[in-house]
C-alpha cells in the first residue's frame, strides 16, 4: 500500500513539473513575442510617422498645384476683362491677330469655352 503512495505521489508531482514547464514554455514565447515588439516599436512609429507626413506632403502639393490653376485662371479672366471694357484695346488686339472688322462673336481667345 506504501508503494502505491509513493508512485502516487510521484505521478502527481510529475504531473506538476509537467504544468510548469508548459506554461513557462508558453510565457517564454509570450515574453520573446512582446520583447520582440517592444524592441522594434520605435522602428515601427518611425515609419508611421514618416508615412503620415509623406501624406501630408502629398496633400500639400496637390492643393498648391490647384492654387496656382486657380491663379491662372484667374489671370486670363482678368485680361478677358481688360479686352472687353475698353474696346480700343479689344479692337487693336484682334488687329494684331489678323482679325479685319473684329467683333466679339469672331473672337476666340474671348469666348468662356476655352
Known amino acids: 500500500m506504501g508503494d502505491m503512495k509513493f508512485y502516487a505521489d510521484r505521478d502527481k508531482i510529475l504531473v506538476l513539473k509537467f504544468r510548469n514547464k508548459s506554461e513557462k514554455g508558453m510565457k517564454d514565447i509570450l515574453g520573446f513575442f512582446f520583447g520582440v515588439l517592444l524592441a522594434f516599436s520605435p522602428f515601427f512609429f518611425t515609419v ?20 496656382e ?18 474696346p480700343k484695346n479689344l479692337y487693336t488686339i484682334a488687329k ?8 466679339f462673336d469672331k473672337l476666340g481667345f474671348i469666348s468662356p469655352k476655352r
Not at 508611421?48 to 492654387?67: E, H, P, R
Not at 490653376?69 to 475698353?86: F, G, S, Y
Request: proline letters at 2%; hydrophobic letters at 35%.
Open 69 to 86: 490653376e486657380l491663379q491662372d485662371k484667374k489671370e486670363i479672366l482678368e485680361a478677358k476683362l481688360m479686352t472687353i471694357e475698353n
Open 96 to 103: 494684331k491677330l489678323g482679325y479685319e472688322n473684329p467683333s
Open 48 to 67: 508611421y510617422v514618416k508615412s503620415q507626413v509623406i501624406k501630408q506632403g502629398y496633400k500639400i502639393s496637390a492643393l498648391v498645384k490647384k492654387i
